[in-house]
Every structure is written in C-alpha cells, then in structure tokens.
C-alpha cells in the first residue's frame, strides 16, 4: 500500500501561510490612505486613484531589493528594520521624479515559514510606508523548501506613485550656476554591502558583535541602521521651492546617480570636504584598502539625497532642511561641460 503524502510533508505549511496572512491583515491595517479599497488576502491589491487636483496624471513606479545586506539581518537575528530599508529603496526612487507614493506591494520567500520572522519583517515594511504616507496593498509570502539556507530568506518590494505631468522633474531644467546640495544618509544604507562583508568579514575576520571604537556601536548595529526615507522631506519643498533636479544616492554613489538627471551639455562639480563623512565609510576605505575612485562609485558616503536647486534659492531650501531636522551640505555646482569631460568631477 502507498503511502499518502500531503503539500506539508513536502515542507510547505498551508495552515501556517493562512494564519500569517491574518496577521499581516492587521498590520496593514496601520497604513491606511486615502483610496485603498478592500483587504489584504485577495488576488491583487485595489486602489482608487483621487484625480481631482492633478490634470494629466502620470504612474511612477519602481522594484527593488535590499541585497547582501540581508545577510547582515540573517547574522544578527535582527528582521524588525529590513523592511523599512525595502520601502526606501523603492519609494526614494519614485520621490525623485516628484511622484507622491500611493501604494507599496512586498515579496518575501523563506525556505520555511518562520511567521514570528516574516511578522517582524512585514512591520517594518508598515512603518517604512508610514514614513512613506503610502499604504501596503498586498504582497506575497512563499515558503520555498530546498531554496533557502536555514534562517535565510529574500525580500524585494514594488511601489507606485502618482504625480501631474506637468509637474515631472528630470533634471532637464538643471543649468550651469545651479548648485547641489546633499542630505545626509544614515549610513551605508542598502548598497555596497557584498564590498562590506568581503572587507569586514573575509579579509579583517570581524563579525557583527565586533565593537568598534570609532562607531560607538557594533558593526552590526552600524551596517543595520535603516535607510534614510526622504519622502515627506521632498515633498515639503517641492511645495514652494524650485527643485530642478533630484537624486537617489544608491549603487553607482553619487558619482553614476547624478548623470541621470543633468544634461550631457551640464557637468556636476563636487567639492571634497565640504560634508562631513561618517566614520563607517572611512573605516571601510582604511580596512579595505578601497581606492578612492571606487568608494565614490560604490557607496553613498554620507550623502543619501541630492538636490538641485538655483543659486539664488540654495539657502532657502538649506534653511528648509535644517528646519526639518535634516542635514544639508552645499556640496556641489553645475558647469558648462566641454568636449567629452566627466559629468561628474571631484575638486
């Protein structure tokens, strides 16, 4: 006689999966905005777009993960701010182009199910939408045996935002004498950490409990510090003052992120020291050996968001900045570029 077997002798528990999904119900629950219509557990997320104030309304949208640095939540037990450096990654990337998130959807596979992990995961998913003002809609949990290594899983993310069309920023308005000011990151945020665990771990042997005297803190603790959500900071001048251009610090550093936005006639001229760079990275340059060139095009190095604004309202808007508890450094102008110079250049 044959045996029977069920979908949980495979190593995926359906009962399991169905009480995560009522927890997760409610914790969605703590992101309400306005145009969300239904609950979590259906077969897509549902949204009704207020149209009312915006004439030719545009989507923006944007996926993204949270890469290696998973590895460093994974190492330290710790799942409970992996989920808001998720919605930064995505939503900082629609803010830029001037579009208000409305929505955020995640991903999350483990090998099996683990629901007091994937709870902790998905509430700081919540408060990273929070922090956003855009709701969590929907999402997917799979349990993937044979996937994943014990206590591992993967997390990617997907956010919409609205803005008018007439209201888009690209960066085609940026023009010589414009000036570029920085807000600073938290840290490493969620970029470069595949360089990080290769410096930290392989080649120096430390791990995350390592204390270190310059950080004050555990490496872990440093590299795990969530990334910065610049949503309500951007919104708030792009209320009353003239942004021509935005810029999402992510993997490239500020090096490769800002020739997406200026014009090929227009060049970015950054100023060494004119922003103070946290100790983390100049640990990593130091321990790693790391040449210069490549900390500029790996990391953010203290600078999480670039504005550019006209000369004549630099300090308008750096008075802004100050006055939201942000921390801006005038760190740069736009050039005239001639011939085939770099657009990004450090003097």
Known sequence: MNDSLTYADSGVDIDKATRLVDRIKNIAKATPRAGVMGEIGGFGGLFSLNLANISNPVLVSSTDGVGT???????????????????AMCVNDIIVQGAKPLFFLDYLAMGRLDNGVAEKIIEGVAQGCNQAGC????GETAEMPGMYQEGE???SGFSV???DNDKIIDGSYIRPGHKLIGIASSGVHSNGFSLVRKIFFDKCGYDVDTRIAELGSTLGEELLKPTVIYVSTILNLLRDLPVQGLVHITGGGIDENITRVIPRACKAIIHKGSWRIPPIFK?????GNVPEHDMHRTFNNGIGMVVVVPESSAQDVMDRLGAMEERPYLIGEILERKND???TQYV
């Open 341 to 343: 110079e770099n657009q």
């Open 153 to 155: 899983y993967d997390l």
């Open 69 to 87: 640095k998973l590895k460093i939540a994974f190492q330290m037990s710790k799942h409970d701010t992996i989920g808001i450096d998720l919605v």
């Open 283 to 287: 640990i990593i340059q130091r321990e």
């Open 135 to 138: 709701a969590l809609i929907g």
């Open 161 to 163: 935002g609205l803005v």
